[in-house]
């Protein structure tokens, strides 16, 4: 279970006008502007929202890669702010970076991961081999990543995140690049998370993608939650029969949405 | 944060290494180009000294007008060198370096010598040509002794006993023992070693800083429970491991092109022992571990990889240009020497390679300046993995 309350997170950058300009001008960027909801076990819980919404930025800070300026967070009751050893093992991460070690096979990329989060050599063998089974990776299991299809790189990059069985399951927009096929598994995947009484909580900027999925969406957008409920409170808040046209009118433009 | 895990932190170590030793093509490439190194820089020793010596024993001598001077010509042959008569165009020769030099004699010389006046002979030389020098030498040598003959014979018919025209008699002592004069040339192989241990590092470094960022691992590594610090220690051994190769390597290298150069055949004695070896390995373990420390902090400065590689490849040759300052310098190192890293390595290996005595304050430089070096670094390191900007500055 993860309970989120009025999350912030700002970004400084910095702008030089020109290359020779001596000084810069900084500007800040509210990322994620007091964020709130919460995400329950045996649940897919939706994070919608545009590009440069703030969903990447939302999931590392939960994720303990990046510091909130303020607000609380919690997983399964370890507090983000100060247990974040306890949230690293609780959690499995799919991220933004979805990186492979192009020199490791698909097994060894599960093992190294295996390993850092306590487990031993004979229940990672294990584990490995039932994720490189379910996601239908046997006949490359052993094979260095370097020539992986982008949606095989992505399997291996969900089953490293799954590898030591978390409780709770941050995936960054887990279809991106997939063919209808791999996006079909994906779907399944995440519905036996589902079914295994996991929390779930994953990005997109598909709203059909979390219709097909989710009992709880939460839309946001520049960095504001502007929606959480169901599928169903979608259409029936604002009136309208599909729910993309729903999902517009929630965000209040259709800029970026087809990005 | 969790406390360090030793455990975590030698999972790092190992997979880092593994991983890096996968990668064969260039870990060959390079482990190759510095184990080759060596017996190239042994075999090029060896044919220049070789042919420096073959070029001395057989001096010819170009003389102009060996008419006028038949007793210095036989004088030469009888000291077995070959006489060069009337060369054509020889200043213009002897400047362009195809004649060492020529004996010019004076057409006076015969009067001259049977007056009993100085008689004059001219040694043409160029003496901005290194490689002329010891013919130049062994000619002037050869013309002074013929004068001294000539002299002492004079002074015989005169009744004078010759000692009388030499005052002083100048000897030199070269105190130089034939290890320390074959030592310098080997110095050579100091230099290479530690070059070795500075460019066996960058590569490997490289891949685990700004390769992990480029790759995109670094973010799902750090939502495991693995901290900075384990990372920057593990990595550290890892390459560390990799660098600790290469140096071995590169010795190695060395030692088995001197097991079949016969230097001491020229006149180069040289022994490199099980103790020189030992030496060696004492300064260049710290050393090997110091590098790779201070590569990973400045390579996870740098944003991208390519960046990364330009900056420490550019600093590991200007650091590794350092011992070039010892080699020019004509006066007494400063007592800090020692104390700056690659300089103080390449001395200690030079005073190895002399089996000069080593002060135990040496040895300490050589073992505290590496690990102060290595905890500072490391200490950068870790922060700079911890730090969220290296996340978010993608
Ligand atoms: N490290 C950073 N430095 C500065 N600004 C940042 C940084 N990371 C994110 N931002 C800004 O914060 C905002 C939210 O970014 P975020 O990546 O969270 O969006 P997103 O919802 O994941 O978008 P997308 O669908 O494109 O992935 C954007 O305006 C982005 O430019
Ligand atoms: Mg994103």
Redesign the interface.
């Known amino acids: 279970m993860i309970v989120v309350d009025t999350l912030t997170k700002k970004?400084t950058t910095k702008e030089r006008t020109s290359a020779f300009a001596l000084r810069a001008t900084t500007r800040e960027v509210t990322a994620v502007d007091r964020v709130t909801f919460e995400a329950r076990d045996g649940e897919v819980t939706g994070l919608l929202g545009p590009n440069g919404a703030g969903k990447t930025t939302t999931l590392?800070m939960l994720?303990?890669?990046?510091?909130p300026d303020s607000g609380k967070a919690s997983i399964d009751g370890a507090d983000l702010a100060t247990q974040?050893?306890a949230i690293?093992?609780k959690?499995g991460?799919?991220?933004?970076?979805?990186?492979?070690?192009?020199?490791?096979s698909a097994r060894e990329n599960m093992m190294?991961?295996a390993?850092?989060?306590?487990m031993n050599e004979t229940d990672a063998k294990q584990r490995a081999d039932v994720l490189i089974r379910e996601l239908g990776l046997e006949a490359l299991g052993d094979r260095?990543t370097q020539g992986f299809s982008q949606g095989e790189r992505m399997k291996v990059?969900i089953g490293?995140?799954l590898i030591h069985n978390p409780q709770t399951v941050l995936l960054d927009e887990p279809t991106n690049g997939l063919d209808i096929m791999s996006t079909r598994s994906m779907r399944d995947l995440i519905r036996g998370l589902k079914a295994q009484g996991k929390c779930v909580l994953f990005s997109s900027h598909i709203m059909q993608e979390v219709a097909a999925l989710c009992d709880r969406i939460v839309i946001i957008a520049k960095g504001h939650v502007v929606f959480n409920g169901t599928p169903q409170e979608v259409l029936s808040t604002t009136g309208l029969a599909s729910l993309e046209d729903g999902f517009v009118k929630l965000i209040g433009s259709d800029e970026g949405l087809f990005a | 944060m969790s406390a360090f895990s030793f455990t975590r932190m030698v999972t790092v170590a190992r997979k880092e290494l593994f991983d890096l030793l996968r990668d064969r093509k260039s870990i060959f490439w390079a482990l190759f180009a510095v184990s080759i190194s060596g017996p190239i820089v042994v075999g090029l020793l060896y044919f220049i000294t070789k042919t420096v010596s073959e070029r001395v024993e057989k001096t010819t001598a170009p003389i102009v007008n060996t008419q006028f001077a038949p007793d210095l010509v036989r004088h030469l042959e009888r000291r077995g060198i070959k006489i060069d008569a009337e060369p054509k165009n020889y200043r213009e020769r002897v400047k362009l370096g195809e004649l060492d030099a020529v004996i010019e004699i004076d057409p006076d010389f015969a009067k001259a010598l049977a007056e009993g006046r100085p008689a004059k002979i001219t040694l043409f030389t160029e003496s901005s040509r290194d490689r002329s020098a010891p013919i130049v030498s062994k000619l002037s040598r050869e013309l002074q002794r013929y004068s001294d003959t000539i002299g002492n014979e004079r002074m015989i018919l005169r009744g004078v006993a010759p000692a009388v025209a030499r005052p002083l008699q100048i000897e030199e002592f070269d105190l130089a023992t034939p290890e320390q004069r074959g030592a310098r040339l080997l110095q050579i192989m100091s230099f290479y070693a530690l070059f070795a241990g500075l460019m066996g590092a960058i590569a490997a470094a490289l891949d685990v800083t700004a390769g992990e960022r480029e790759r995109q691992t670094l973010e799902p590594l750090l939502t495991t429970p693995v901290t900075a610090s384990e990372l920057a220690v593990g990595k550290w051994l890892a390459v560390s491991a990799v660098n600790l190769l290469a140096v071995t390597t590169s010795l190695i290298g060395f030692l088995i092109a001197l097991k079949f150069v016969p230097l001491a055949k020229l006149g180069v004695p040289f022994n490199f022992g099980v103790q020189e070896f030992a030496g060696f390995m004492a300064v260049l373990i710290p050393f090997a571990f110091l590098v790779p420390a201070v590569f990973l902090a400045a390579g996870s400065a740098a944003r991208t990889a390519k960046e990364a590689q330009s900056s420490l490849g550019m600093g590991a040759s200007l650091v590794g240009m350092l011992p070039l300052i010892s080699f020019i310098r004509q006066t007494q190192p400063p007592w800090w020497d020692v104390w700056v890293p690659v300089n103080g390595q390449y001395a200690v290996l030079s005073k190895v390679l002399r089996s000069e005595h080593i002060p135990p304050l040496d040895w300490v430089a050589m073992w505290v300046i590496p690990i102060v070096g290595v905890v500072i670094a490391l200490m950068i390191f870790s922060r700079r993995l911890g730090n969220e900007k290296l996340l978010a500055g993608r």
């Not at chain 1, 994720?63 to 510091?67: E, G």
């Not at chain 1, 991460?93 to 490791?104: E, H, I, N, P, T």
């Not at chain 1, 390993?115 to 306590?118: A, D, V």
């Open positions: 970004f590392r994720s303990t890669l990046l510091s974040k050893a690293r093992r959690l991460v799919l991220g933004d970076a979805k990186g492979l070690y192009w020199r490791l190294y991961f390993k850092l989060q306590g260095p990059a490293r995140s």
